[in-house]
């Protein structure tokens, strides 16, 4: 009996692991940038703030995530982290400057109703389509996506931005939108 318990410990435990760390798997589509943003929100909470965002592509090593976040704006210290291969790791401290008579979470925005990665998955999905419909390009591959947000603050000004490219290199396509998934501009 003993045997068979440490048998189906190992057994959870190889799959806890093998679970773990899954947005460097996830496709670049609406449910896959889900699973990150929920990835995220798990290791930095619900109400985490950021200043950046970005999710890159590398066809070896999968998606690696960075963020500039805080869990307590008005303390103007935040932590650059990075995940590869699902690790995370504080790369940097930031201290942020505000101008006086502001608010620190002003600069900031928190992923949610506004903000979403799944709305930057179904952008990608989107731009991929449109590659492929004008382009002829047969399978468009994420390279970066992001979201840019001003560093004035204003909300209205912040944008997804998709950096496309064709499967094996070359010419780089930028699609930037704005929150409400309009396209602002694309340009290569």
Known sequence: MKKLRFTVAGLMLTTLIACGGSSGNQEATAEG???IENEIK???GDDAYFTDLSIIYDKSIGNMIGVTVTKDPESLKMGEWNQTQGAWEQTAEVTLEVPPGT???DFMFQLGDEISLTKLGELIEKSKKQLQDEKDL???TLSIASVI???????SKAQYSINLEPENG???FYFYYNLDGELDSMNY
Not at 149 to 155: A, L
């Open 33 to 35: 940038f889900t699973e």
């Open 170 to 172: 070359g010419t780089n």
């Open 42 to 44: 798990s290791e930095f």
């Open 138 to 140: 047969k399978n468009p």
């Open 149 to 155: 947000f001003p560093d004035n603050g204003d909300i």
């Open 103 to 105: 608010k620190a979470a």
